[in-house]
């Protein structure tokens, strides 16, 4: 069946760059989404990317889609505190009864 | 995007009782989702609740546990019955959007201890 995987947690300092990767294996996936959870919160979507994409950015915020590997990474640029939150991929194809495959979720710490 | 409101945002019930959830949209939407996450896990799809029909249920989650009602196109319920400390979680709805560009919306979700 369908997997997404993720590392479980990423440290790293104020103003530097994180960067959260994600591998996938249903090579169907058409749209691959980057969620961000702050603690007590709800999900919000940060971005996604098609999948005839390599490479998408908004912001600080730079997505990068090897579709061959099946990886995806999400890029933050000069990271702040408030971006402290646990971040989540999730891959989605219309074949798959329009439901979303979840990663298990990075947990980003920012230290000052 | 749709917003929703989704109650209660947390509560501590006792073993052996029923909570019903509510989502509300603010917006017709054609697919509700309802997701469990347990403590520092991922989400778990239970059930997608459509207008008109019967909730569809992923493995591992029965109607008899997590009854949904979906009477209309902006309003959901998922009942978490006989409840018992296991089922201590959060508990989040989620809508579909017409374009998938749009990704998926999600209430602020439910807090629930029992204990």
């Known amino acids: 069946g369908e997997d997404v995987e993720q590392s479980l947690f990423l440290s790293v300092r104020e103003g530097d760059s994180s960067v959260i990767n994600c591998t996938y294996t249903?090579?169907?996936?058409?749209?691959l989404y980057w969620y961000k959870q702050e603690p007590g919160a709800g999900l919000q979507l940060l971005t996604y990317?098609?999948?005839n994409m390599d490479m998408k950015q908004d912001q600080r915020l730079t997505v990068l889609l090897n579709k061959k590997d099946k990886h995806l990474s999400l890029r933050i640029a000069d990271t702040q505190t408030g971006d402290s939150a646990i971040y989540f991929c999730?891959?989605?194809?219309?074949?798959?009864?329009?439901?979303?495959?979840w990663g298990l979720g990075t947990s980003l710490a920012v230290n000052p | 995007s749709a917003v929703i409101s989704q109650k209660p945002s947390r509560d501590i019930c006792q073993r052996g009782t029923s909570l019903t959830i509510q989502c509300q949209v603010d917006s017709q939407v054609t697919m509700m989702f309802w997701y469990r996450q347990q403590p520092g896990q991922s989400l778990t799809l239970i059930a997608t609740?459509?207008?008109?029909?019967?909730?569809?249920?992923e493995s591992g989650f029965v109607i008899d546990k997590f009854p949904i009602s979906r009477p209309n196109l902006t309003f959901s319920t998922l009942t978490v019955s006989n409840m018992s400390p296991e089922d201590s979680s959060i508990y989040l709805c989620?809508?579909?959007?017409?374009?998938?560009?749009?990704?998926?919306?999600f209430g602020s979700g439910t807090r629930l201890t029992v204990v």
């Open positions: 990317i098609f999948s």
């Open positions: 989620s809508v579909d959007r017409d374009r998938p560009t749009d990704g998926y919306t």
């Open positions: 609740a459509n207008q008109g029909s019967e909730a569809t249920y």
């Open positions: 249903d090579s169907s996936s058409t749209y």
């Open positions: 999730a891959e989605w194809n219309a074949g798959n009864n329009r439901k979303l495959i």
